[in-house]
């Protein structure tokens, strides 16, 4: 299989719509300062950006939930927040999306990871990051599990979104593995290589190929134009396969699309769906998204795979952090 039917994306769109999911991690406040540049500073070698507009988005776990909600499922974000105005337009914009944000704890002395992204012509020119990154304590840690474990009875799966900002403990991670192993609940996790977690015994895990490489304490030499013909990636699939024990392991790797990999069985590759790539950010978030969801709606994992490139493609195709429709994502598979 290399596509889905029409009529099938509909099936999956409409038992999506069904599904409760909970997402847990880091959750950052994007803001993008647009503007041109016409002349270099005479203080220093930069740009001068003249300002025309900004915008805020929902960015790490927020915008994996913000995907979900987009697709039309009942979505449910936790995680940590200060007690800032960072936190309160990072609700504001959620609660638009119709993402349940009630899990987001606020924590004293904590500030909501910000990213401003400063862009003139289509391309970014710099970045400004304002944030925390000390790992949650442990206090607040048992709340948010204690909120977790409340809502989990009801929720088809649950994704974990770490980007290393601290909210995704080694203990967080490994109570929310036994209680999604006790309720028999899917569980993805989107991994932080840099950030060392017990990532075994997963229901899926998305790396990119760099991630991939890095998890599995391997260096990428070379790489080849066809990735089932690619040695060194092949060598890190049967690493990870056998030391995490994934159910699946399904690994972004940009132009080339993704592969699809389980124990037992031959890397499904599935070539890329983007006709345009104006901006990547944000992307691994929509395909973890859309395949946690169609897995949810009842696809099998080739299904989901397939389903989760076309969504990538779409939202690389956009500017800024972004989400794909239900409308867009069937049109892509040449539906109304």
């Keep these: 299989m290399k596509n889905l039917s029409s009529k099938r994306v509909r099936e999956l769109l409409a038992a999506a719509a069904k599904a409760r999911v909970l997402v847990v991690g880091d959750v950052m406040l994007d803001q993008f300062i647009w503007g041109r540049v016409s002349r270099i500073s005479p203080e220093a070698p930069v740009p001068v950006v003249e300002f025309e507009r900004e915008s805020f988005m929902p960015g790490g776990a927020a915008n994996v939930a913000r995907n979900l909600s987009a697709l039309g499922a009942h979505t449910e974000l936790f995680g940590a927040v200060g007690r800032d105005g960072a936190a309160s337009q990072l609700k504001a914009l959620l609660a638009e999306d119709r993402v349940d944000c009630a899990g987001l704890l606020p924590v004293r002395g904590r500030l909501t990871t910000k990213k401003t992204r400063v862009i003139a012509h289509r391309q970014q020119v710099a970045r400004v990051d304002r944030e925390t990154r000390g790992e949650l304590d442990i206090k607040s840690t048992r709340r948010l599990l204690s909120q977790i474990q409340q809502e989990l009875a009801q929720a088809d799966a649950v994704i974990v979104g770490d980007y290393g900002k601290g909210t995704v403990t080694e203990a967080l991670l490994h109570e929310i593995k036994h209680l999604c192993r006790v309720r028999g609940v899917w569980l993805s996790v989107d991994p932080k290589p ?89 992307a691994g978030d929509t395909v973890i998204a859309s395949f946690t969801l169609a897995i949810a709606a009842g696809a099998s994992p080739v299904e989901a795979a397939i389903l989760s490139n076309h969504a990538a493609g779409t939202v690389v195709g956009k500017l800024g952090t972004a989400i794909v429709t239900p409308a867009e994502l069937l049109a892509s598979f040449g539906g109304k």
Aim: charged fraction near 20%.
């Design 194 to 282: 840099v950030h060392q977690l017990d990532l075994s015994g997963l229901s899926l895990i998305t790396p990119n190929r760099k991630e991939a490489f890095e998890l599995a304490g391997v260096a990428d030499t070379m790489r080849v134009t066809d990735p089932l013909a690619d040695i060194g990636l092949q060598r890190v699939v049967e690493k990870l396969l056998r030391e995490l024990s994934p159910a699946l392991l399904l690994i972004t790797l940009g132009e080339q699309g993704m592969l699809l990999c389980q124990r037992g069985q031959r890397s499904f590759h599935i070539p890329t769906a983007a006709r345009e790539v104006f901006d990547v950010s944000g």
